[in-house]
């Protein structure tokens, strides 16, 4: 099975972004950090299937 480990750079990167969309809207900003970290996960599955 594909695993994907989150670097601490990359959780950094994430957090940073969370904090800088959260400046206008905190709702958008867990939105837009849920949807990168489902992507990633997506992304690590659709190898398993190719």
């Given at each position: 099975?594909?695993?994907?480990?989150?670097?601490?750079?990359?959780?950094?990167?994430?957090?940073?972004i969370?904090?800088?969309?959260?400046?206008?809207?905190?709702?958008?900003?867990?939105?837009?950090?849920?949807?990168?970290?489902?992507?990633?996960?997506?992304?690590?599955?659709?190898?398993?299937?190719?």
């Amino acid at each position: 099975m594909t695993r994907v480990e989150w670097t601490e750079p990359a959780i950094s990167d994430l957090e940073n972004i969370q904090n800088y969309i959260a400046r206008d809207s905190a709702e958008y900003a867990d939105a837009m950090v849920e949807g990168l970290v489902l992507s990633v996960g997506r992304l690590a599955f659709s190898r398993l299937i190719h």
